[in-house]
């Protein structure tokens, strides 16, 4: 079996997730690695998922994006409730 392994920056970036696309988690709490493989559609329950956060602050509530896609910034979280309409919460200290 072929070894592919990469570091995190070698992997490839998207904007867009297909439900079948693999995610791997690595959990290492205590020094002793441990890897578990998800598709997309199994973490958020749909084949579309569209998992993207960027740190941006959109220049309006009707910009084009697709739903489910999330920009932050110093005083706002922003999600795409649906596509190109955007919502958007405050952050505050806790």
């Not at 020094?31 to 998992?51: D, K, M, Q, W």
């Not at 920009?71 to 919460?89: G, I």
């Amino acid at each position: 079996m072929a070894n592919n392994v990469k570091k995190i920056s070698e992997l490839a970036t998207t904007n867009t997730a297909a439900g079948t696309d693999r995610i791997v988690i690595l959990k290492d709490p205590a020094g002793s690695p441990s890897t578990r493989t998800i598709t997309v559609s199994n973490l958020f329950g749909n084949s579309s998922a569209n998992v993207v956060i960027q740190n941006i602050t959109p220049a309006n509530s009707t910009i084009t994006v697709t739903q489910g896609t999330m920009f932050y910034d110093n005083t706002y979280l922003y999600v795409a409730v649906a596509n190109n309409v955007l919502k958007r919460v405050t952050l505050e200290t806790f």
